[in-house]
């Protein structure tokens, strides 16, 4: 069964600084893409950060480019999203999602989604 | 950056009706178009890629249709557990957006 678990949220004061992590099993994580989705209380969906399968490419939305970095691991299987600079407005379930390779249909689309972490940002 | 529209914003309809969402990209995107439905408390999940093609294991009342900019979800027969709320996401290049979603409640 595939399954992304995000942890490491929680309750940060502005100004500070917090790390996601996103453990996948079930499918072989090395052949995927993965990408960190947002959702403010509320709201809809933002897209925030992208990672290719071999970290040879990232890229990053605008409201997090410079405060955020995405990394991964292949070995453990897990990505990372290191937040620094928090604001109240990255208040916001973090969601991780895998994105097929060229040869698997569905490329360039999330087909498996975390169960979303929490991350409050508040004095 | 391309800008998703979705309408309308919200639709309340019966079980078996027909319900249709369009999505409207602000330059063209091909296909590269999908269709996610979410629930309260849950992640999204993907219905449709590529603008017309059904993800595994999701129920074929699911359609959709459209190219370049305009593009269609249809809920054929909609059931009880359609309920949630709809969003296209264009997959045409960086950075990826998403529509503000459309929530269908059911009558």
């Known amino acids: 069964e595939v399954q992304l678990v995000e942890s490491g949220g929680g309750l940060v004061q502005p100004g500070g600084s917090l790390r996601l992590s996103c453990s996948a099993s079930?499918?072989?994580?090395?052949?995927?893409?993965i990408h960190w989705v947002r959702q403010a209380p509320g709201k809809g969906l933002e897209w925030i950060s992208f990672?290719?399968?071999?970290?040879?490419?990232?890229y990053y939305g605008d409201s997090v480019k410079g405060r955020f970095s995405i990394s991964r691991d292949n070995a453990r299987n897990s990505v990372f999203l290191q937040m620094k600079s928090l604001r109240v407005e990255d208040t916001a379930v973090y969601y991780c999602?895998?994105?097929?390779?060229?040869?698997?249909?569905?490329?360039?689309?999330?087909?498996?989604w975390g169960q979303g972490a929490l991350v409050t940002v508040s004095s | 950056d391309i800008q998703m529209t979705q309408s309308p914003s919200s639709v309340s309809a019966s079980v078996g009706d027909t319900v249709t969402i369009t999505c409207r990209a602000s330059?063209?995107?091909?296909?590269?178009l999908g269709w996610y439905q979410q629930k309260p408390g849950k992640a999204p999940k993907l219905l449709i890629y590529?603008?017309?093609d059904l993800q595994s294991g999701v129920p074929s009342r699911f359609s959709g249709s459209g190219s370049g900019t305009d593009f269609t979800l249809t809920i054929s027969s909609l059931q009880p557990e359609d309920f949630g709320t709809y969003y296209c996401?264009?997959?045409?290049?960086?950075?990826?957006?998403f529509g503000p979603g459309t929530k269908v409640d059911i009558k």
């Open positions: 990672i290719s399968s071999t970290d040879s490419i990232r």
């Open positions: 330059q063209g995107i091909t296909t590269w």
């Open positions: 590529g603008a017309s």
């Open positions: 996401q264009q997959a045409n290049g960086f950075p990826i957006t």
């Open positions: 079930g499918f072989t994580f090395s052949n995927y893409a």
């Open positions: 999602a895998r994105e097929p390779p060229v040869a698997v249909s569905a490329t360039g689309f999330f087909d498996s």
